[in-house]
């Protein structure tokens, strides 16, 4: 399984908008998640959103009604819809996919991310 992030980063004035977009080559693989995380500078890892298999999505309060996440009905693209972009949501984002196959259980996987600066 591979999570790529296709271009969709890039820097935009605060109440702007950008999509992200990642493909994900899923093969025989079960989707149990799929979500973004985001990295600020100086700052750890967070969750963005998710969506689980059942179609339920979670959104961090810092986000909640600004952005979207969405999905395919097979499994193979993720995106994230952010709008009213602020500054601190400048970060490095990344696609997370949690999958499971007979022989490898429940495994988390990565795409290698994508910058969005929002400038003041």
């Known amino acids: 399984l591979m999570c790529s992030c296709r271009p969709g980063g890039g820097l935009v004035q605060a109440g702007g908008s950008l999509r992200l977009s990642c493909e994900v080559s899923?093969?025989?693989?079960?989707?149990?998640?799929m979500g973004w995380y985001r990295e600020a500078p100086g700052k750890g890892r967070e969750l963005v959103a998710r969506i689980i298999s059942s179609g339920t999505t979670n959104y961090a309060d810092a986000v909640k009604g600004r952005f979207i996440i969405s999905r395919d009905n097979a499994d193979t693209a993720l995106y994230l819809q952010m709008n009213r972009l602020k500054p601190d949501d400048t970060a490095v984002y990344y696609c997370?996919?949690?999958?499971?196959?007979?022989?490898?259980?429940?495994?988390?996987?990565w795409g290698h991310g994508t910058l969005v600066t929002v400038s003041s």
């Open positions: 997370y996919v949690n999958a499971w196959t007979p022989s490898t259980g429940s495994v988390d996987y």
């Open positions: 899923r093969n025989a693989a079960h989707i149990n998640i």
